[in-house]
């Protein structure tokens, strides 16, 4: 557990360090908000010198000024390709534009500068950072319907394995540890969590993805809940597996890991997409009663065998080393 506790302060520490943003926080300026909308979609995502990564498989950018497009003056045009860097050069407000008023210019690492407006800019590229690219990534249609997929095949063909075997599985003939369960509780609220930044904060969650931290005291409220339940999350689950390993035999060990994970994936899929009807909050309340239920009548140990230390449920003899506890 020492392990884990200092592995925790590192994390925390590490998620301290705050990046200079070339915008100011969207939170912090609702009192100078102006009244253009068509500078809103700009002016708290991003700025000039901010740097973008192509996730589409290519984007066309013009040689020349959009006025010049717009007038049906010849022009000429370059792509650049997935993978590519992008640099925010220029951001420009066209009235007369009546597809997309804001056109952004961009230079490429091959110094080449070009224009594109800003729906199609926003759909192929994503913001240079890792957490805006697992962001991205992890919220592709295909990819959620995928692991929806193979959740659900992972989780039926595992649950049905370790109940016959009557296997230790969460909330099935549990361990006499807490974490696990914990964990799930945790997955759950995160997911419920994200949902609602989706539904009621949308603009503050698109902030977010452009200008990511792992430090849940410089957001708002309820992303600062959200991260410290990411947070948690990683610290019970490392709790969570050294408790398992420590348990349970190495081969008994990695089955049970392998349900807790299934079990985990199929919570945050629930509750992520439930939440988004207002289903989810109902069932996050149904499924904590049930998961303290299930835990505390089933697998909380709160006594200790005196010879050889192992956890017991009831007080009498210890089924590991036989000796009668009064």
Not at 38 to 45: G, N, R, V
Not at 115 to 135: A, G, N, Q, T, Y
Not at 191 to 219: E, G, K
Not at 308 to 326: D, I, S, W, Y
Request: charged share 15%; proline share 4%.
């Amino acid at each position: 557990m020492q392990f884990i506790v200092g592995l925790a302060c590192l994390f925390v520490m590490a998620s301290c360090y705050h990046r200079q943003r070339p915008v100011t926080l969207l939170w912090q300026r609702d009192s100078v908000m102006v009244d253009d909308t068509l500078t809103h979609s700009t002016s708290f995502l991003y700025a000039e010198n901010f740097n973008f990564l192509v996730k589409a498989d290519s984007l066309v950018m013009l040689h020349q000024q959009p006025e010049e497009y717009l007038s049906g003056m010849p022009t000429d045009s370059f792509a650049v390709y997935a993978d590519n860097r992008l640099v925010v050069a220029d951001i420009r407000i066209i009235g007369q534009d009546v597809e997309d008023s804001v056109w952004v210019q961009l230079a490429n690492e091959q110094q080449q500068f070009g224009w594109v407006r800003e729906h199609v800019l926003l759909k192929s590229v994503v913001p240079d950072d890792p957490i805006s690219e697992f962001i991205s990534t992890f919220s592709d249609v295909h990819l959620i319907s995928f692991l929806v997929f193979f959740c659900v095949i992972m989780v039926t063909y595992l649950l049905r394995k370790l109940l016959r075997r009557e296997a230790p599985l969460v909330h099935f003939h549990d361990i006499y540890s807490f974490y696990p369960t914990l964990l799930t509780l945790i997955v759950a609220a995160a997911a419920t969590f994200y949902a609602s930044i989706q539904m009621f904060a949308p603009q503050v969650w698109r902030y977010f993805y452009f200008h990511p931290t792992l430090n849940p005291f410089d957001v708002p409220l309820i992303l600062s809940v959200f991260l410290c339940s990411v947070w948690a999350i990683l610290i019970v689950g490392l709790a969570a597996v050294d408790d398992v390993r420590r348990l349970l035999p190495i081969g008994e060990a990695i089955t049970y890991l392998l349900g807790l994970g299934a079990v985990c994936a199929i919570d945050y899929i629930i509750f992520s997409i439930t939440t988004l009807y207002y289903i989810g909050y109902v069932l996050l309340v149904a499924y904590g009663y049930y998961a303290l239920r299930a835990y505390f009548r089933h697998s909380y140990a709160r006594y200790i065998c005196g010879h050889c230390g192992a956890r017991l449920r009831h007080r009498g003899e210890c089924p590991h080393c036989h000796h009668v506890n009064a």
